[in-house]
Protein backbone atom coordinates (compact mmCIF):
# COMPACT_ATOMS: atom_id res chain seq x y z
CA UNK A 1 0.00 0.00 0.00
CA UNK A 2 1.07 3.44 -0.08
CA UNK A 3 1.19 3.99 3.34
CA UNK A 4 2.89 7.49 5.04
CA UNK A 5 4.06 8.24 8.23
CA UNK A 6 4.03 11.00 10.53
CA UNK A 7 6.02 14.04 9.54
CA UNK A 8 8.86 15.18 12.12
CA UNK A 9 11.59 17.08 12.56
CA UNK A 10 14.91 15.79 13.96
CA UNK A 11 15.43 18.00 17.23
CA UNK A 12 18.09 17.58 19.23
CA UNK A 13 18.36 13.32 17.72
CA UNK A 14 14.59 13.58 18.73
CA UNK A 15 11.88 13.02 16.59
CA UNK A 16 9.55 15.78 16.88
CA UNK A 17 6.33 15.81 15.28
CA UNK A 18 6.49 18.59 12.95
CA UNK A 19 3.08 20.06 13.64
CA UNK A 20 4.10 21.12 17.30
CA UNK A 21 6.68 24.25 15.47
CA UNK A 22 7.33 24.89 12.60
CA UNK A 23 10.73 26.36 13.99
CA UNK A 24 12.65 23.05 14.92
CA UNK A 25 16.14 25.45 15.95
CA UNK A 26 14.22 27.46 17.72
CA UNK A 27 12.62 24.35 19.65
CA UNK A 28 16.03 23.08 20.18
CA UNK A 29 17.57 26.17 21.57
CA UNK A 30 14.50 26.50 23.85
CA UNK A 31 15.10 22.94 25.60
CA UNK A 32 18.80 23.48 25.75
CA UNK A 33 18.46 26.58 27.64
CA UNK A 34 15.47 25.86 29.48
CA UNK A 35 16.32 27.18 32.95
CA UNK A 36 14.45 24.03 35.22
CA UNK A 37 13.90 25.77 38.79
CA UNK A 38 14.18 23.27 42.16
CA UNK A 39 10.31 22.92 42.68
CA UNK A 40 9.86 21.99 39.65
CA UNK A 41 7.86 18.74 38.73
CA UNK A 42 8.19 16.92 35.11
CA UNK A 43 6.41 14.24 34.23
CA UNK A 44 8.34 12.11 31.44
CA UNK A 45 7.09 9.24 29.45
CA UNK A 46 7.65 7.75 25.92
CA UNK A 47 4.14 8.26 24.35
CA UNK A 48 0.79 6.35 25.16
CA UNK A 49 2.36 4.83 28.60
CA UNK A 50 0.00 6.73 31.16
CA UNK A 51 1.46 10.13 30.99
CA UNK A 52 -1.59 12.04 31.46
CA UNK A 53 -2.99 9.58 34.35
CA UNK A 54 0.39 10.24 36.09
CA UNK A 55 -0.37 14.36 34.93
CA UNK A 56 -3.99 14.19 37.17
CA UNK A 57 -2.61 12.13 40.21
CA UNK A 58 0.49 14.89 40.44
CA UNK A 59 -2.08 18.07 39.76
CA UNK A 60 -4.32 16.65 42.08
CA UNK A 61 -1.96 15.93 44.70
CA UNK A 62 -0.82 19.52 44.50
CA UNK A 63 -4.33 20.79 44.64
CA UNK A 64 -5.78 19.15 47.61
CA UNK A 65 -7.58 16.28 45.31
CA UNK A 66 -9.66 19.58 43.61
CA UNK A 67 -10.97 18.49 40.02
CA UNK A 68 -10.92 20.76 37.34
CA UNK A 69 -12.37 21.27 34.22
CA UNK A 70 -9.51 23.45 32.69
CA UNK A 71 -7.72 21.88 30.07
CA UNK A 72 -5.29 19.69 31.20
CA UNK A 73 -2.87 21.15 28.83
CA UNK A 74 -2.97 24.74 30.30
CA UNK A 75 -2.89 23.11 33.78
CA UNK A 76 0.49 20.94 33.19
CA UNK A 77 1.70 22.02 29.94
CA UNK A 78 3.66 19.54 27.62
CA UNK A 79 7.29 21.19 26.81
CA UNK A 80 8.03 19.75 23.05
CA UNK A 81 4.48 20.74 21.82
CA UNK A 82 3.72 24.08 23.61
CA UNK A 83 7.29 25.90 23.80
CA UNK A 84 7.55 27.09 20.33
CA UNK A 85 4.07 26.36 18.95
CA UNK A 86 2.51 28.42 15.70
CA UNK A 87 -1.16 28.46 16.85
CA UNK A 88 -1.23 31.10 19.80
CA UNK A 89 -3.32 29.23 21.99
CA UNK A 90 -1.22 26.42 22.10
CA UNK A 91 1.84 28.17 23.02
CA UNK A 92 3.14 28.29 26.81
CA UNK A 93 6.03 30.69 28.15
CA UNK A 94 7.36 28.70 30.41
CA UNK A 95 9.32 31.63 32.00
CA UNK A 96 6.24 33.59 33.32
CA UNK A 97 4.71 30.34 34.47
CA UNK A 98 4.52 30.94 38.41
CA UNK A 99 6.21 27.97 40.73
CA UNK A 100 5.76 25.12 41.00
CA UNK A 101 5.87 24.29 37.47
CA UNK A 102 4.19 20.82 36.64
CA UNK A 103 5.53 19.91 33.08
CA UNK A 104 4.87 17.27 30.63
CA UNK A 105 7.21 15.84 28.19
CA UNK A 106 8.53 13.26 26.34
CA UNK A 107 12.19 13.82 26.31
CA UNK A 108 14.98 10.98 26.37
CA UNK A 109 16.48 11.39 29.17
CA UNK A 110 19.87 13.05 27.51
CA UNK A 111 17.55 15.62 25.96
CA UNK A 112 15.19 16.46 29.03
CA UNK A 113 15.93 19.77 30.87
CA UNK A 114 17.71 19.76 34.34
CA UNK A 115 20.01 22.24 36.27
CA UNK A 116 23.85 22.56 35.89
CA UNK A 117 23.72 22.25 39.74
CA UNK A 118 23.62 19.35 41.43
CA UNK A 119 22.19 20.67 44.28
CA UNK A 120 19.60 22.37 42.66
CA UNK A 121 18.10 19.54 40.78
CA UNK A 122 13.73 19.37 40.08
CA UNK A 123 11.67 15.98 40.18
CA UNK A 124 11.22 13.88 37.23
CA UNK A 125 8.67 11.35 37.40
CA UNK A 126 8.80 8.22 34.64
CA UNK A 127 6.11 6.52 33.61
CA UNK A 128 6.76 3.32 31.66
CA UNK A 129 4.49 0.69 30.18
CA UNK A 130 4.69 -2.61 28.46
CA UNK A 131 5.81 -1.48 24.97
CA UNK A 132 2.62 -4.69 23.16
CA UNK A 133 -0.23 -2.10 24.63
CA UNK A 134 1.76 1.44 24.14
CA UNK A 135 2.18 -0.02 20.30
CA UNK A 136 -1.80 -0.43 20.17
CA UNK A 137 -2.44 2.67 22.32
CA UNK A 138 0.26 4.52 19.90
CA UNK A 139 -1.86 2.89 16.99
CA UNK A 140 -5.45 3.89 18.25
CA UNK A 141 -3.82 8.37 18.35
CA UNK A 142 -3.52 7.89 14.97
CA UNK A 143 -6.84 8.64 14.69
CA UNK A 144 -6.28 11.70 16.55
CA UNK A 145 -3.40 12.70 14.26
CA UNK A 146 -5.61 12.71 10.92
CA UNK A 147 -7.75 15.21 11.98
CA UNK A 148 -4.60 17.12 12.69
CA UNK A 149 -3.23 16.70 9.19
CA UNK A 150 0.23 15.18 10.28
CA UNK A 151 0.37 13.22 6.91
CA UNK A 152 -0.01 9.82 9.15
CA UNK A 153 -2.23 7.21 7.17
CA UNK A 154 -2.20 3.43 7.45
CA UNK A 155 -3.51 0.16 8.99
CA UNK A 156 -1.71 -1.42 12.37
CA UNK A 157 0.29 -3.74 10.18
CA UNK A 158 2.00 -0.59 8.76
CA UNK A 159 2.02 1.50 12.03
CA UNK A 160 3.42 -1.65 14.02
CA UNK A 161 6.16 -1.62 11.93
CA UNK A 162 7.10 1.85 12.38
CA UNK A 163 7.07 1.43 16.17
CA UNK A 164 9.37 -1.35 15.94
CA UNK A 165 11.86 0.29 13.45
CA UNK A 166 11.90 3.58 15.93
CA UNK A 167 10.40 5.72 12.88
CA UNK A 168 7.58 6.94 15.22
CA UNK A 169 7.61 10.50 17.26
CA UNK A 170 10.24 9.95 20.11
CA UNK A 171 12.07 7.14 18.44
CA UNK A 172 12.79 3.83 19.99
CA UNK A 173 10.63 2.85 22.76
CA UNK A 174 13.37 0.42 24.29
CA UNK A 175 16.11 3.87 23.88
CA UNK A 176 13.82 5.68 25.77
CA UNK A 177 12.69 3.67 28.47
CA UNK A 178 16.45 2.60 29.39
CA UNK A 179 17.85 5.45 29.44
CA UNK A 180 15.58 6.73 31.98
CA UNK A 181 15.52 3.00 33.80
CA UNK A 182 19.57 3.84 33.97
CA UNK A 183 18.75 6.82 36.35
CA UNK A 184 16.25 4.87 38.42
CA UNK A 185 17.58 5.36 41.56
CA UNK A 186 18.91 8.99 41.52
CA UNK A 187 17.06 10.48 44.18
CA UNK A 188 15.24 13.07 42.11
CA UNK A 189 13.92 10.47 40.02
CA UNK A 190 11.08 8.33 40.29
CA UNK A 191 10.14 5.43 37.97
CA UNK A 192 6.62 4.33 37.99
CA UNK A 193 5.07 1.26 35.69
CA UNK A 194 1.45 2.02 34.21
CA UNK A 195 0.74 -1.57 35.17
CA UNK A 196 1.49 -1.44 38.88
CA UNK A 197 -0.53 1.78 38.56
CA UNK A 198 -3.11 -0.48 37.37
CA UNK A 199 -2.96 -3.18 40.23
CA UNK A 200 -2.55 -0.67 43.17
CA UNK A 201 -3.31 2.76 42.55
CA UNK A 202 -3.48 3.86 45.76
CA UNK A 203 -0.29 2.72 46.81
CA UNK A 204 1.29 4.26 43.71
CA UNK A 205 -0.51 7.65 44.63
CA UNK A 206 0.70 6.95 47.91
CA UNK A 207 4.60 6.61 46.68
CA UNK A 208 4.29 9.61 44.54
CA UNK A 209 3.22 12.04 47.17
CA UNK A 210 6.01 10.36 49.56
CA UNK A 211 8.43 11.19 46.11
CA UNK A 212 7.05 14.77 46.41
CA UNK A 213 7.06 15.33 50.08
CA UNK A 214 3.64 16.22 50.12
CA UNK A 215 1.59 14.77 53.24
CA UNK A 216 -1.76 13.63 52.76
CA UNK A 217 -4.10 11.69 55.05
CA UNK A 218 -5.71 8.32 53.97
CA UNK A 219 -8.95 9.68 53.04
CA UNK A 220 -7.23 11.90 50.26
CA UNK A 221 -5.07 9.69 49.38
CA UNK A 222 -8.12 7.02 48.39
CA UNK A 223 -9.97 10.04 47.18
CA UNK A 224 -7.21 11.19 44.56
CA UNK A 225 -7.49 7.22 43.55
CA UNK A 226 -10.81 7.34 43.05
CA UNK A 227 -10.58 10.31 41.28
CA UNK A 228 -7.79 9.41 38.90
CA UNK A 229 -9.15 6.17 38.14
CA UNK A 230 -10.00 5.36 34.70
CA UNK A 231 -14.05 5.90 35.48
CA UNK A 232 -12.93 9.12 37.55
CA UNK A 233 -11.48 10.40 34.64
CA UNK A 234 -13.89 10.03 32.09
CA UNK A 235 -16.23 11.68 34.52
CA UNK A 236 -14.05 14.91 33.23
CA UNK A 237 -13.43 13.88 29.89
CA UNK A 238 -13.56 17.41 28.82
CA UNK A 239 -9.89 18.07 30.70
CA UNK A 240 -8.36 15.80 28.23
CA UNK A 241 -9.86 17.04 24.83
CA UNK A 242 -8.16 19.26 22.85
CA UNK A 243 -11.28 20.52 21.39
CA UNK A 244 -14.65 20.97 23.03
CA UNK A 245 -16.74 19.23 20.40
CA UNK A 246 -14.44 16.20 19.93
CA UNK A 247 -16.51 12.96 21.35
CA UNK A 248 -14.07 11.37 23.40
CA UNK A 249 -10.57 12.18 24.09
CA UNK A 250 -8.01 10.65 22.80
CA UNK A 251 -5.79 10.28 25.92
CA UNK A 252 -8.70 8.13 27.66
CA UNK A 253 -9.25 5.16 25.53
CA UNK A 254 -9.34 1.83 27.10
CA UNK A 255 -6.96 1.78 30.23
CA UNK A 256 -6.53 -1.92 30.26
CA UNK A 257 -3.43 -4.03 30.37
CA UNK A 258 -3.20 -6.65 27.84
CA UNK A 259 -5.40 -5.29 24.97
CA UNK A 260 -2.52 -5.85 23.05
CA UNK A 261 -3.53 -9.43 22.27
CA UNK A 262 -6.18 -8.70 19.60
CA UNK A 263 -3.68 -7.20 17.77
CA UNK A 264 -0.95 -9.25 17.61
CA UNK A 265 -0.58 -11.99 15.41
CA UNK A 266 2.26 -14.57 16.49
CA UNK A 267 4.70 -13.23 13.82
CA UNK A 268 4.40 -9.85 14.77
CA UNK A 269 4.94 -11.00 18.38
CA UNK A 270 8.12 -12.58 17.21
CA UNK A 271 9.31 -9.61 15.96
CA UNK A 272 8.24 -7.78 18.58
CA UNK A 273 9.92 -10.23 20.94
CA UNK A 274 13.42 -10.45 18.92
CA UNK A 275 13.52 -6.71 18.16
CA UNK A 276 12.49 -4.90 21.31
CA UNK A 277 12.03 -7.03 23.81
CA UNK A 278 15.11 -8.37 23.36
CA UNK A 279 17.18 -5.09 23.86
CA UNK A 280 15.73 -5.11 27.43
CA UNK A 281 16.98 -8.20 28.74
CA UNK A 282 19.64 -8.42 31.71
CA UNK A 283 18.57 -4.98 32.52
CA UNK A 284 16.48 -5.83 35.25
CA UNK A 285 13.26 -4.14 33.54
CA UNK A 286 10.66 -6.22 33.59
CA UNK A 287 6.86 -5.76 32.59
CA UNK A 288 3.53 -7.48 32.98
CA UNK A 289 1.83 -8.02 29.72
CA UNK A 290 -1.27 -9.23 31.23
CA UNK A 291 -3.28 -7.78 34.48
P1 LIG B 1 -5.10 3.01 25.85
O1 LIG B 1 -5.03 3.65 24.50
O2 LIG B 1 -4.47 1.65 25.88
O3 LIG B 1 -6.47 2.99 26.41
P2 LIG B 1 -0.70 8.87 27.45
O4 LIG B 1 -1.42 9.71 28.43
O5 LIG B 1 0.73 8.64 27.78
O6 LIG B 1 -0.94 9.33 26.05
O7 LIG B 1 -1.32 7.41 27.56
C1 LIG B 1 -2.66 7.16 27.17
C2 LIG B 1 -3.03 5.77 27.62
O8 LIG B 1 -3.25 5.77 29.05
C3 LIG B 1 -4.34 5.31 26.99
O9 LIG B 1 -4.22 3.90 26.85
C4 LIG B 1 -5.34 5.71 28.07
O10 LIG B 1 -6.57 5.06 27.99
C5 LIG B 1 -4.56 5.33 29.32
N1 LIG B 1 -5.09 5.98 30.52
C6 LIG B 1 -5.34 7.30 30.73
N2 LIG B 1 -5.86 7.51 31.94
C7 LIG B 1 -5.96 6.29 32.53
C8 LIG B 1 -6.45 5.85 33.80
N3 LIG B 1 -6.95 6.69 34.69
N4 LIG B 1 -6.39 4.52 34.06
C9 LIG B 1 -5.89 3.66 33.17
N5 LIG B 1 -5.42 4.01 31.94
C10 LIG B 1 -5.46 5.33 31.63
Not at 3 to 28: H, Q
Not at 166 to 172: L, P, Q, R, S
Not at 203 to 231: G, H, M, P, W, Y
Request: hydrophobic share 35%; with cysteine.
Amino acid sequence: GEWTSEKYWNVLGVNIPDIFTNDPALLADYIVYFDTRADDVFVVSYPKSGTTWVQEIVWQIYNEGAISSEKQIYRFPFLEDTACNMSEHMQIDFKALPSPRLIKSHLTYSTTPRSANKDDQCKYIYVARNPKDVAVSYFHFTEHWKKEGNGYNGPWEFFSKLFIEGNVGWNFWNDHVLGWWKQKDDPNVLFLKYEDLHKDLPSNVRRIANFLNKTLSDELINRIAEQCSFKGMKKNEISYKFESEEKTSPYLRKGVVGGWKSYFTPELNERFEKEVMEKIKGTGLEFDFEA
